[in-house]
């Protein structure tokens, strides 16, 4: 159990560490992205507790939330943390530079790619008990990828500045 606590007291300090300051350029595509700073071995273990998972979630959560507050007054952005499971490696936290590309984001429905809205009484915040920072929204969808040789079933949930 030591090591877990380990683990998780380091990915609250990388997460503080990258969200000290509100990221001050992003690429030409229109928005700034941090992978979750944690080893896929350690947050995506079946030995990993789920109070464990929890945690790390309402990390990024809080880390999403502390972008917000150091977003410059004259910074026109979205804050928004995107929490993948069962593969909770692939979540992140994106700033949205662009209303042009946030608007786009959510439309997946390609032959490679789809996002399937989940109905409202779904809530990742109330299954895992969550805590949303004020302000916050969430909006959930059910992810299908498929490839050549690969194919994929998840959950994406967003929380953060959706409207």
Not at 21 to 32: I, Q, V
Not at 50 to 58: K, S
Not at 90 to 117: A, C, K
Request: proline letters at 7%.
């Amino acid at each position: 159990m030591r090591g877990k606590q380990r683990r998780c007291r380091a990915l609250a300090r990388r997460l503080s560490e990258n969200t000290s300051e509100f990221p001050a350029s992003h690429d030409e595509r229109g928005y700034w992205h941090l992978h979750l700073p944690v080893a896929q071995g350690f947050i995506d273990s079946p030995r990993t507790p789920l109070r464990v998972r929890r945690e790390c979630v309402q990390m990024v959560l809080d880390a999403s939330f502390r972008l917000c507050s150091r977003r410059p007054p004259t910074v026109l952005a979205r804050v928004v943390a995107a929490i993948s499971t069962p593969s909770l490696f692939d979540s992140q936290l994106i700033v949205f530079f662009s209303q042009q590309y946030f608007d786009s984001f959510f439309n997946r429905d390609g032959p490679e790619q789809q996002w399937i809205y989940l109905p409202a009484p779904r809530s990742l915040a109330r299954e895992w008990e969550l805590s949303l920072p004020n302000g916050f929204m969430e909006r959930g969808f059910h992810e299908h990828i498929y490839d050549d040789d690969f194919e994929q079933d998840g959950e994406i949930w967003f929380f953060g500045e959706l409207t």
